[in-house]
């Protein structure tokens, strides 16, 4: 073979090679059609919503590859749910293409939970969904800081902001629904703990403001108040009014003071 080829002219050998050349390259775009299944299209099932292991042995069985390619936590959808394909359903692909899976994740991620204390419920709502996190029941409650939030619950129980939670956690939402429309006096304070106070301030819709406490004061929940404002009466013995949602601030001590205790009132009834 090696004297065949060498015994010949360099021209013939060239024209024997462009031969041959063009001779591969008609094969080649021949069998294209065949290589690449080109017309062979396939419309891509709807695996979504099922689980990533049946979802595969659906997709391979009608004729393509299935590959997980990403996960997310969603709480609507069981764990290892497929939560996305692509190309999507009812797309006519190529037999053999590849379809790549979004699958749920069987541990929830956590955050940290956001301080929106003070927020409106607009604000809140927004910082909750950016985070994962959902809006679970919204209580109102006579303040007034009309709709902005008091305070932010997880399972009943006040949670502060930067402590881990998982994510789809339902957050409640204490928020204010301005003052109330009936007015009622003040209810005297002085020598009561801060604690007693608190109780009285919550039987009657109403809230701590500003509270300043003295230096002596080692336990803040025990210590007395010797000072509130509103006062209970005003300088000519009228009484002072006040609506379910507004403050009374007070000055604590831990020496209780001397007063009259027919001046004590109980809570009243409010709106």
């Known amino acids: 073979m090696f004297d065949f080829i060498t015994k010949r002219s360099f021209v013939v050998n060239l024209l024997a090679v462009i031969a041959m050349f063009f001779a ?4 080649f775009f021949s069998m294209l059609g065949v290589i690449t299944k080109h017309g062979q299209q396939l419309t891509v099932p709807d695996v ?9 042995e659906l997709l391979e069985k009608a004729g393509f590859e299935a590959d997980v390619r990403d996960s997310i936590y969603v709480d ?25 899976l979004t699958v749920n994740k ?18 809140a709502e927004m910082m909750l969904k950016s985070m994962r996190l959902n809006v679970g029941d919204t209580i109102y409650r006579p303040d007034i800081a009309t709709n902005s939030v008091l ?29 109330g429309s009936v007015e009622n006096p003040v209810p005297s304070f002085i020598g009561l703990t801060y604690a007693e106070a ?24 025990n ?8 006062t ?32 004590t009132a109980k809570p009243s009834n409010q709106e």
């Not at 099922?50 to 979802?55: C, F, G, I, L, Q």
């Not at 290892?80 to 037999?95: E, F, I, N, R, S």
């Not at 109780?199 to 002596?216: F, K, Q, R, W």
């Not at 210590?223 to 509103?230: F, N």
């Open 24 to 27: 591969l390259a008609l094969l």
């Open 48 to 56: 979504h919503g099922k689980n990533v292991k049946e979802a595969i």
């Open 76 to 100: 609507s959808i069981p764990a290892l749910a497929v939560y996305a394909q692509t190309p999507d359903k009812g797309a006519q692909v190529k037999v053999g293409r590849t379809i790549y």
């Open 106 to 123: 069987v541990v929830a991620p956590m955050v940290k939970m956001p301080d929106l204390e003070g927020l409106t419920f607009r604000s």
């Open 151 to 179: 305070q932010q619950l997880l399972n009943g129980k006040k949670i502060k902001p930067g402590t881990l939670v998982a994510e789809g956690s339902n957050i409640t939402l204490i928020l204010g629904s301005g003052t």
């Open 198 to 221: 608190r109780e009285i301030l919550s039987a009657s819709n109403l809230n701590a403001g500003t509270v300043i406490i003295d230096p002596s004061v080692t336990d803040t929940a």
């Open 223 to 230: 210590a007395y108040i010797i000072k509130q404002v509103p």
């Open 232 to 263: 209970r009466k005003n300088e000519i013995g009228d009484f002072n009014m006040l609506r379910a949602g507004e403050s009374v601030d007070f000055w604590l001590s831990a020496t209780k003071p001397v007063t009259d205790s027919t001046t």
